[in-house]
């Protein structure tokens, strides 16, 4: 059964950056499509960044289009988040998810596509 841990969640300050990690363990992560998720208090979830299945395609959320990059390290089975030039808006619990069957692009980043989550780590942005 695959499980998801994540990391590298704390504090940032605007115009900083962080580095999440997504530890992928019972699974291949190259096999699985693997997103980023976030949740500010208040809010619906919503989707960052995904990886598809091979790793040569992601997808981002327009918010953070040049400023995010999602990568994964096959040797360490591990997804990465990098976030660049945070803003406040950042700010939320930010979630691994992972999905082991086909989907359509459309769908990527929609949370009732993934099946398996992550406990979330933290992320507080400030000036």
């Known amino acids: 059964q695959v499980q998801l841990v994540e990391s590298g969640g704390g504090s940032g300050q605007v115009g900083g950056s962080l580095r999440l990690s997504c530890v992928v363990s019972g699974g291949i992560a190259n096999n699985y499509w693997v997103a980023w998720f976030r949740q500010a208090p208040g809010k619906e979830r919503e989707g960052v960044a995904v990886i598809n299945p091979g790793g040569q395609t992601t997808s981002y959320v327009d918010s953070v289009k040049g400023r995010f990059t999602i990568s994964q390290d096959n040797a360490k089975n591990t997804v990465y988040l990098r976030m660049n030039s945070l803003k406040p808006e950042d700010t939320a619990m930010y979630y691994c998810?992972?999905?082991?069957?086909?989907?359509?692009?459309?769908?990527?980043?929609?949370?009732?596509?993934?099946?398996?989550w992550g406990q979330g780590t933290q992320v507080t942005v400030s000036s």
């Open positions: 998810a992972a999905a082991g069957s086909f989907m359509s692009w459309g769908r990527v980043l929609s949370s009732t596509a993934y099946n398996v």
